[in-house]
């Protein structure tokens, strides 16, 4: 006879685990790409309110019910990413790989002082009207400037209205310095009109055998609120949130986000735990 408190069986949970973020559209099938990253650590839960009908004197409870359902999703983020952004200030869940990087220079050959509004650049290829552009001093991001481009002529690059350079930018007068231009990818803080839903799968490998054991959540929506604090003494921690939905008719139904998990989804509403006989 086993002593008492034996274990009963292997299913102890350790290791990292991976949160993936993504459409609904690929609800099921979330690939590497769609991870938010490192994180601390991934928790799920499912919870339950119930109400009791009590009788008799003194009172006891003759009968509960259960009124109401919830699950969450929580993970402790260290990345900073556009994409992690994005979900967190309750922007849509966006494409899964990063903008294509545009960076120049300004010209050697010319003082840029401040408050212009017209400065020549290396080379104006991948840069467009419209676009919002960042301008510092290799080096010295505390001379930064961050403005839009009215129009552009060749290589040179003419500013909206109102929105010169902050600083001066003396002509280079050696190869190892620069002044740095790049394109912008702005995240809208304070747009959010419309709730955004995702699908969500969180990844772990079993410790006794190697096997994946997989979460599904076929619909979500970010609850939590976004904080970004800095320090000199430590990396920074993204804590997110999120409420696991149940997926409407109109989710499963013919070109609904969920129709191909349609099957999935009737038998498990909210999501479910894949893993084999062994868990």
């Known amino acids: 006879m086993a002593r008492l408190g034996s274990p009963q069986s292997n299913e102890f949970s350790i290791g990292t685990a991976e949160l993936r973020v993504g459409p609904m559209s690929e609800a099921g099938r979330l690939a590497q790409s769609r991870s938010v990253g490192l994180v601390d650590n991934v928790t799920i839960g499912f919870a339950v309110a119930s109400v009791d009908l009590k009788g008799l004197f003194p009172q006891v409870i ?4 259960i009124t ?4 969450t999703v929580k993970a402790s983020a260290r990345e900073y990413s556009r994409r992690n952004l ?3 200030l309750g922007n849509a869940v966006g494409a899964g790989a990063a903008p294509t990087d545009v960076k120049t220079t300004l010209a050697t050959t010319a003082d840029v002082a401040a408050n ?3 400065f020549t650049v290396a080379t104006a290829v991948g840069l467009a009207v419209d676009d919002v552009i960042v301008v510092y001093p290799d080096g010295k991001p505390e001379d930064v ?3 839009q481009i009215a129009s552009i002529s060749t290589n040179v690059l003419t500013l909206k209205t109102g929105m010169g350079t902050v600083v001066a930018y003396p002509a280079q007068t050696d190869s190892t310095r620069q002044y740095i231009v790049f394109k912008a990818f702005a995240i809208a803080a304070g747009n959010v ?4 839903y995702f699908s969500m799968m969180i990844l772990q490998q079993k410790n006794i055998n190697g096997r994946p054991i997989v979460w599904n959540v076929w619909k979500a929506a970010n609850t939590g609120s976004f904080e970004q ?3 000199a003494t430590d990396y920074g921690t993204m804590n997110m949130e999120f409420k696991v939905l149940q997926a409407s008719a109109a989710d499963t139904n013919t070109g609904g986000p969920l129709e191909t998990m349609a099957p999935l989804v009737a038998l498990y509403p909210m999501g479910g735990r894949f893993g084999g006989a062994d868990s």
């Open 145 to 147: 400037t961050v403005t």
């Open 68 to 71: 109401e359902q919830t699950g």
């Open 86 to 88: 994005d979900i967190m």
């Open 62 to 65: 003759v009968d509960t019910a």
């Open 229 to 231: 604090a800095t320090s």
């Open 116 to 118: 212009a509004t017209t």
């Open 193 to 196: 009109t419309k709730t955004n």
